[in-house]
């Protein structure tokens, strides 16, 4: 099978393109590096022929929720049009638990996402996960003020990264699917927790104060309503056994 990922050489995307190459598979990287730019459609028609399935796994590090809704829904329109001019048969995409639960920021580009394909007429996939581990890596690279580093309060339950991009390529082994199954991780963590756990790995000791972030996201991350529902598939490796296998743990 002939797999376009877009988004192939980002964090998940390399995850998937090499499980899917060892599977047997012909998977292609979509990127800027290569040529391919979603949000014009540069380069769209040449990466998409003779594929399959495209997989979009692509993502934006913008917050804000204008920039975040005009790349999905741009990226996804773009996708879309070409994979019906070249007859790609099972569009995948990646999304987030929770992400109707608060529809603001970069959870209501995911959003506007998932109602374009479903609105679409290719047949598709849409896989919701919840954060990865790297998340706590994230958070305490960015939740600053000042030099100070910040813990925010949500309860979240992380997965490997890389089991996600196993189950995509399985996904698209498998056919259209609609709404799969949602993806977790073993349990539930405290993400407060998570980021210090993080800070300490890397060898940082200075005090990293617990907050809680503002808006309907904030208040969803609180109160567990991106906690995964109905029966989730769950991942095997725990944030601990992530954490462990940081080079520097």
């Given amino acids: 099978m002939r797999i376009a990922v877009a988004g192939g050489t980002g964090l998940t995307g390399r995850h998937v393109v090499e499980i899917a190459r060892r599977r047997g598979h012909d998977a292609v990287p979509l990127s800027r590096y290569g040529g391919v730019d979603l949000v014009s459609g540069a380069g769209l028609p040449q990466a998409l022929v003779g594929a399959d399935t495209v997989i979009d796994?692509?993502?934006?590090?913008?917050?804000?929720?204008?920039?975040?809704?005009?790349?999905?829904?741009?990226?996804?329109?773009?996708?879309?049009?070409?994979?019906?001019?070249?007859?790609?048969?099972?569009?995948?995409?990646?999304?987030?638990?929770?992400?109707?639960?608060?529809?603001?920021?970069?959870?209501?580009?995911?959003?506007?996402?998932?109602?374009?394909?479903?609105?679409?007429?290719?047949?598709?996939?849409?896989?919701?996960?919840?954060?990865?581990?790297?998340?706590?890596?994230?958070?305490?690279?960015?939740?600053?003020?000042?030099?100070?580093?910040?813990?925010?309060?949500?309860?979240?339950?992380?997965?490997?990264?890389?089991?996600?991009?196993?189950?995509?390529?399985?996904?698209?082994?498998?056919?259209?699917?609609?709404?799969?199954?949602?993806?977790?991780?073993?349990?539930?963590e405290s993400l407060a927790d998570m980021v210090r756990s993080y800070a300490r790995a890397i060898g940082h000791r200075g005090w990293i104060p617990e907050v809680s972030l503002p808006g309907a996201l904030g208040r969803a991350q609180r109160n567990g309503s991106l906690l995964p529902q109905n029966d989730p598939i769950l991942g095997r490796q725990t944030f601990a056994e992530w954490l462990a296998a940081l080079p520097d743990g």
């Fill in 57 to 188: 796994v692509s993502n934006i590090g913008s917050i804000k929720t204008d920039v975040a809704v005009s790349f999905f829904a741009g990226a996804t329109r773009n996708l879309l049009a070409t994979e019906r001019k070249v007859g790609v048969t099972h569009h995948i995409a990646l999304s987030i638990v929770g992400v109707d639960a608060a529809p603001e920021g970069y959870y209501a580009g995911k959003l506007s996402q998932e109602r374009i394909i479903e609105a679409g007429d290719i047949p598709w996939t849409i896989q919701r996960a919840t954060q990865f581990h790297e998340f706590a890596a994230l958070m305490f690279d960015t939740a600053k003020a000042g030099p100070m580093h910040l813990a925010p309060r949500a309860r979240t339950q992380p997965i490997a990264v890389r089991e996600v991009a196993e189950h995509l390529v399985t996904l698209a082994e498998d056919g259209p699917g609609g709404r799969v199954r949602e993806l977790a991780g073993p349990r539930e």
